[in-house]
């Protein structure tokens, strides 16, 4: 697909691809007689069409239709026949309750009160090689069409990727707010930590509200409670602060490995001061996630994004299922991204690895 070439991702070679309208949703079999091809597998779980990919390693993933979001992702990670690994922590039944897992936030901030989001996502594309790369083509628009949205969920033997593609067509300019939320699963609490954000400057912020967020802005508030042991600790409690335009708000991580034990919520990136200046600093293009208890490591890697989520529910975890996991990924949040008429904005996130 074009809109994945231009972002100087992997791209599949295939046949021409069938084009659908997105105007209205078709049904699972419908979808499945359309787009379905080996790798591509649409069906129906709890009430919602979904779709599976899957490439001849065995990497497979799972995305639900209508809100976009990637419930699955089970990546080839041992030599062993059976050596695959649940990347994403999810929490709900599989029906519409379903939280956490990998989705996309988009909203028009451009006017005052409640923005609006993109969701209720049609599927426009489907590609396959039919061997090592697979991807699926969501789209929607906002009511009156001025703002087209495509989504690309792409499948490769080491890797995942996201890709946004929003295109202006009203007559006037328009402010967006976006992140590609990440909920990774990790085996333990203990153990758990980022590597490759020593440098950079990071503010405590809630994350964008999202219907797939596992920790919302009200839950990061509320304080890690003390363990057995925290009183030969200094305390550490970090305060969410809105304002970002505050100096004093703001930390620069000087630890090569950012731990995850403790409950915070940050975003990494240059302060929107420093980003008036001519050059300046910007985030890392990539971070790497590390479980001591597997063994394993996840690169995220960011294109088209300014700002870095970090999520950690800390001692809370057990309230949202069994295992630890992290809110991450690439976003733009303090600075919305601007959009004049006839413009086009593109990002994109991947997460490899190199365990094999």
Partial sequence: MASLLSLHLPKPSSPPLIRASAATQSPPQSLDERF?????????????PTVELSIRNGSSLTLRIPDGIVTSYKPKVYLKDEGFEEVLHTI?????SVKGGLGLVLNDVS???SPWTASRWAVKDADSDSIDAVQVELSCTNGDGSLDITYVVSLYPLSMATAVIVQNNGSESVKLTSAMLSHVRFKSR?????QGLRGCPYCSHPPLPSSFGILSPSDVIEPDPPG???????SSEEKIST???DPEAWTVEDNPFTILKSKFSRVYTAPP?????????TSPSKYQTIDQSSKLGFRVIRMGYEDIYLGTPGSFFQKYGKDYFVCTGSASMLVPEVLEPGDQW???QVIEHDNL
Avoid: C, P, T
């Fill in 36 to 48: 379905g091809r080996k790798g591509i597998k649409f069906s129906e779980s709890g009430d919602f």
């Fill in 273 to 281: 001061m420093e980003r008036m200046k001519r050059i300046y600093n």
């Fill in 92 to 96: 709900g039944d599989g029906d519409s």
């Fill in 243 to 245: 304002n970002i335009d």
């Fill in 346 to 348: 593109r990002a994109a």
């Fill in 190 to 194: 203990g153990g758990s930590a980022i």
């Fill in 111 to 113: 006017r005052d009160g």
């Fill in 228 to 234: 057995w042991f925290s009183f030969l600790e200094s």
